[in-house]
């Protein structure tokens, strides 16, 4: 791994003499630290001569991450997003190093092309490396069967925070962990970071620790806010950031939204071999990133009202936004199973999305998928791959109504898949943790072994959060442009003197996009080219309102 061409990658001398220009030289000395796992920030570093090391862990469990001579230089993607850092370098030959300030390099990697693409690919390579073996630096000390851990594992999973999970019920160094930080049971889940400890934490209070978070007093009004960031938030922040607005994109889980959650998507436009959902949403984030625009979670929108001719984006914590413009990317939430026993189960058995996470906490044990789309069979097809033997359960008598036929195909295919039609889930049952579920059928009721459940079936608007602001569908679904009727606007408009822009809602400068808007088409593909498009509306709404 150290080794590794992408994790090492250099510079050549041109590229060294464009950095001069942004950074100062200084010297350095062998056992010095240029920084320290967990500190919350620091310097992009060339290493001009000498030799640095770059160190996971520290005492008994320290290891050589990497090593860096003349040419090389160090970092990884917590430059451009703000996470605290995951290992520590450490001088381990005199030299001289190039510092170029965090901020500088931002300015590197939104204008200059040759360097950002030589120093994004190393990036994205050394934090792949981060999430697969050098995780230590963050650790996380609870339960499997515990709800609160559960939400702490899913968060910094979809964040694609680099951490290492240690179950109570399964791990010995777990017990010497917390002697270690005086760690009591009723303290769990605990988060060690380096030195720090956080006893029960919340997603939010992790996220703030991290630096994932974004003081918005910083500014008083962004040009756009973007609230959602699956595929049409993420491409609206892309394309708000590149074409020169000011851009802040606030999410209430983990970036990716549901496409985040999917295990493989093969019809994307580009990716004949297919892509995770979590890798092509990670992607987007650090385009967004290059470019310039803030992210913040989890921050979760609660309303929305107009203060002083601004839209106002009011969040869970009390705090607020404001914004020329907003756009709403808030997609559906997931639908929730009418069975008996699912709130037992809820964040330590029942799942909405297959992920190495969720295999990882099941396989080999059966486990069942309820729903008939594509994102059940992906899923299904994903865990039978990764050991368990599945079932899938419908309401309908087959597939092929709601499902894409070369998913149908490889299922029917799979002998490590059984199909129950004209079947629903009534009853989640077990003590600890899920062990059976129950399913009705025209033949009678059937007890079937289960430790995992994962539900795909469909979702209701999240809407509720723009407190009437917008005309909505008979199902909550957000009307736009074309779809509102002369009814659903008010007066406002008729002083405007103009039709809404296409995606904008009732509320001038308020546009949907994606799955929570009215009449949209539910792929990843449209909801990216929903998210983009609506920026080219929001630069017209702007010009109207200078």
């Known amino acids: 791994m150290i080794d590794d061409p992408a994790v090492a990658s250099g510079l050549s001398l041109d590229q060294i003499a464009e950095l001069e220009a942004f950074g100062t030289r200084r010297a350095v000395v062998a056992g010095e630290y240029l920084y320290r796992e967990g500190d919350a920030s620091y310097d992009f570093f060339v290493v001009l001569s000498g030799t640095i090391e770059a160190i996971a862990g520290s005492g008994s469990a320290e290891r050589i991450v ?25 001088v381990t030959e005199d030299g001289e190093v190039l510092v170029v300030p965090a901020a500088a390099l931002r300015e590197v990697i939104a204008t200059r092309p040759g360097l950002s693409d030589t120093i ?15 995780a230590a630096s963050i650790r996380v000390v609870g339960s499997r069967y515990c709800a609160e851990s559960g939400r702490l594992l899913e968060f910094l999973q979809r964040a694609r925070v680099p951490h290492q999970w240690l179950d109570m019920d399964k791990e010995p160094a777990a017990e010497d962990l917390l002697r270690e930080f005086a760690v009591q049971a009723t303290d769990l889940p605990v988060v060690i970071a380096g030195e720090s400890v956080l006893r029960r934490p919340t997603t939010g209070e992790l996220a703030e620790f991290l630096g994932l978070t974004v003081d918005f007093v910083i500014r008083h009004c962004f040009d756009l806010v973007v609230v959602g960031t699956g595929p049409a938030g993420l491409a609206a922040a892309v394309y708000g950031a590149s074409e020169g607005l000011s851009t802040l994109a606030v999410e209430s889980v983990a970036v990716g939204g549901q496409a985040g959650g999917s295990s493989r998507i ?30 913040s979670l989890p921050c979760a929108a609660v309303g929305l009202s107009e203060t002083n001719g601004h839209l106002t984006v009011h969040l869970s914590d009390d705090s607020q936004i404001h914004a020329r413009a907003v756009i709403a990317a808030t997609g559906a939430r997931y639908r929730r199973l009418p069975a008996a026993g ?18 990882k906490a099941c396989t080999p044990a059966p486990v069942v ?60 049952q077990g003590t600890l943790g899920l062990e059976h579920v129950v399913l009705a059928s025209p033949e009678g009721e059937t007890k079937l072994p289960c430790q995992a459940l994962f539900s795909f079936i469909g979702a209701d608007a999240g809407s509720d959060w723009l407190s009437g602001c917008a005309a909505l569908d008979d199902h909550g679904f957000v009307l736009t442009d074309r779809y509102l009727e002369p009814e659903n606007l008010g007066a406002a408009w008729g002083l405007l003197g103009r039709a809404p822009l296409p995606f904008e809602t009732s509320k001038p400068g308020l546009f949907a996009v994606g ?16 998210g983009s498009a609506a920026v080219r509306a929001v630069h017209e709404y702007l010009a109207f309102n200078r």
């Open 66 to 90: 990497a090593r860096h001579g003349a040419g090389r230089f160090l970092g990884e993607l917590n430059l451009l997003t703000g996470l605290r850092v995951f290992v520590s370098a450490r």
């Open 369 to 428: 998928v309820v729903g008939g789309g594509n994102s059940a069979g992906q899923a299904a097809m994903f865990l039978a791959e990764s050991g368990s033997p599945v079932t899938i359960v419908i309401r309908g008598e087959d597939l092929a109504a709601s499902m894409s036929r070369y998913l149908v195909a490889r299922i029917e295919q799979n002998p490590n898949i059984v199909l129950r039609t004209r079947t629903t889930v009534c009853a989640l």
């Open 266 to 295: 093969e019809n994307y436009l580009g990716f004949p071999t297919g892509i995770s959902g979590g890798d092509l949403m990670h992607r987007a984030l650090i385009q967004g990133e290059k470019f310039g625009a803030a992210f």
């Open 342 to 359: 699912l709130a037992e189960f809820e964040d330590t058995s029942v799942f909405y999305a297959a992920t190495e996470m969720e295999a």
């Open 120 to 134: 994004l690919a190393a990036f994205l390579a050394r934090r792949s490396m981060l999430l697969t073996d050098a």
């Open 515 to 530: 799955d929570l808007r009215s009449g949209s088409t539910k792929r990843v593909a449209a909801a990216v080219g929903e």
